[in-house]
């Protein structure tokens, strides 16, 4: 099934939901049982429905995992010129060539990390019947369980997960907010606005180096949408048969995550090859999302990404989703197009139905952003 995303353009989508989330947009969701309630019980065997299919010739290259790139916030605004120049150098590549890259020096308190990280993992050893207080609905997006499960057929992830709208204010319902823990609604609301504040600082940045006026991209963030959505993993008894979250890029503009520890799990495409990040404590895990592949007309890329499981330990991650504000339409910057002498790879697209199509249909790589790309060598006139 499709759905009109902007001027006509196909995305993908389901059937519609009762349930208003971020942008206005619609989401569909079907409830399945939660895997951390499946995990507890020791099975020896993965029920059938979570066994995925194996890609025999995607290679995990474990040796690749040192070269995940490491950039440093205080270099890149150092006041130093010889500093800050070789560290935007590095950036831009690092934007160009991997879209992942662990972030340091990023000035947000750690102790606000630390303490996100533990409320997040509190939430998650609740009992079971505390957590379903906070269950999301029927065909909602918003609470305590799974996303991306459109038909009773596809198979599914071996995780569950909180997802929760945290920017900007008035899109908050706090029906979905935890009580437990008691300090769970305050770090949350500080985290947020670290994120905001962090996320705008980056796109100044990114801005810079695709030589264009950083209000082109800060503006878009101006009341931006901001979701966060906490994971929870559970071990397995044959990992190797299950797939925590499928391998997909983000729609947002940027995302940021933490983890609860430093366990591995996430891995990201990279020339063919999976690669493992090996998470640093104190840095964000941060990633281009297909809003910047577009407005850079894919001059940066958004890199498809996948979670997997361990056999014995669980592990929590905390993703922060920057979206633009409502009633957005995003294209190439026109800037960059003129100073660049390209055409548009991208059709103009407005990104509230673009997170309509995305979020109705199962995680499938970057299945979405190739639906609104031009075909090479056709009329790029919208």
């Known amino acids: 099934m499709y ?8 995305a993908a989508t389901g059937a519609l939901s009762d349930d208003w989330g971020a942008h206005g947009s619609f989401y569909f969701v079907l409830t399945v049982p939660n895997v951390q309630d499946l995990a507890a019980k020791k099975l020896k065997e993965v029920p059938y429905r ?3 299919c194996e890609e025999e ?21 150092h006041h130093d010129l010889t500093i800050s120049s070789n560290e935007m150098a590095k950036f831009d590549v690092v934007c160009k060539d991997w879209g992942f890259f662990l972030l340091i020096n990023h000035g ?21 019947e505390e957590k379903k207080a906070y269950a999301q609905l029927p065909q909602s997006f918003q609470g305590y369980g799974q996303a991306f499960v459109v038909s009773e057929e596809q198979k599914l992830e071996w995780s569950d997960m909180l997802s929760l709208h945290t920017l900007p204010l008035y899109q908050r319902n706090m029906l979905f907010w935890p009580k437990k823990p008691p300090s769970f609604s305050e770090t949350l609301d500080k985290y947020a606005f670290e994120m905001q504040k962090l996320t705008f600082c980056l796109l100044s940045l990114i801005a810079k180096n695709l030589g264009v006026e950083p209000k082109k991209l800060t503006s878009i963030f101006d009341d931006g949408v901001q979701g966060t959505r906490m994971n929870y993993y559970p071990p397995c008894p044959q990992p190797e048969k299950v797939i925590g979250l499928s391998p997909h890029s983000d729609a947002s503009i940027i995302t940021l995550l933490i983890q609860n520890n430093d366990l591995p799990g996430l891995q990201i495409k990279i020339n063919g090859n ?3 990040i090996n998470p640093i404590s ?10 910047i592949e577009i407005m850079s007309n894919g001059l940066y890329k958004s890199i498809e990404h996948r979670a997997v499981i361990h056999p014995d330990r669980a592990r929590i991650s905390i993703v922060g989703f920057q979206d633009p504000r409502q009633g957005v339409f995003i294209e ?51």
């Open 3 to 10: 759905a009109v995303v902007a001027n006509g353009i196909g």
């Open 50 to 52: 979570y066994v995925q």
């Open 57 to 77: 010739s995607e290679h995990v290259a474990f040796d690749m995992s040192d070269q995940v790139p490491v950039v440093d916030l205080q270099n890149l605004q």
């Open 108 to 128: 947000v308190d750690e102790e606000l990390i630390r303490k996100m990280a533990s409320n997040a993992e509190e939430f998650f050893d609740l009992p079971s």
């Open 274 to 276: 999976w690669i493992p």
């Open 282 to 291: 104190g840095a964000f895990i941060v990633n281009i999302g297909d809003a």
């Open 332 to 382: 190439p910057l026109q800037e960059l197009l003129e100073r660049t002498n390209v055409a548009a790879k991208y059709k103009t697209v407005n990104f509230d139905e673009y997170l309509r199509g995305y979020f109705s249909a199962k995680l499938d790589g970057k299945a979405m952003l190739d639906l609104i790309k031009f075909e090479q060598g056709k009329n790029q006139e919208c």
